[in-house]
């Protein structure tokens, strides 16, 4: 089993940032996929951004590509997600998810949300205009 439990979310105004933090236990953190996903109210969950095992491929969402900035830190179990220029259309619920573990190396990463594995409890981002 994999645990994950995002930090970092809150209440800022449009234009801000804020740092989203999501730490893993369980597992080999290195062995898994990492994604950020969010949902807003009424809304489906939605990808934002993606991350292969080692950090070295990354993939964005249209509406975050050049505002959001995924990264991982295997040594500390732990994936980032940077987010500036905050929009109002920006709020939701931030969610961290993991696909593994994985056996092979490379650069894949995953943006379909049923193809992930394990979910935390999300995190709320507020942008006001």
């Known amino acids: 089993q994999v645990q994950l439990v995002e930090s970092g979310g809150g209440l800022v105004q449009a234009g801000g940032s804020l740092r989203l933090s999501c730490a893993s236990s369980?597992?080999?953190?290195?062995?898994?996929?990492m994604g950020w996903f969010r949902q807003a109210p009424g809304k489906e969950r939605e990808f934002v951004a993606a991350?292969?095992?080692?950090?070295?491929?990354?993939y964005y969402a249209n509406s975050v590509k050049g505002r959001f900035t995924i990264s991982r830190d295997n040594a500390k179990n732990t994936v980032y997600l940077q987010v500036n220029s905050l929009k109002p259309e920006d709020t939701a619920v931030y969610y961290c998810?993991?696909?593994?573990?994985?056996?092979?190396?490379?650069?894949?990463?995953?943006?379909?949300?049923?193809?992930?594995?394990?979910w935390g409890q999300g995190t709320q981002v507020t942008v006001s205009s």
């Open positions: 991350i292969n095992r080692s950090g070295g491929s990354t």
């Open positions: 998810a993991a696909k593994g573990p994985l056996r092979f190396s490379g650069s894949y990463y995953y943006t379909g949300r049923q193809e992930y594995d394990y």
């Open positions: 369980g597992r080999t953190f290195s062995n898994y996929a």
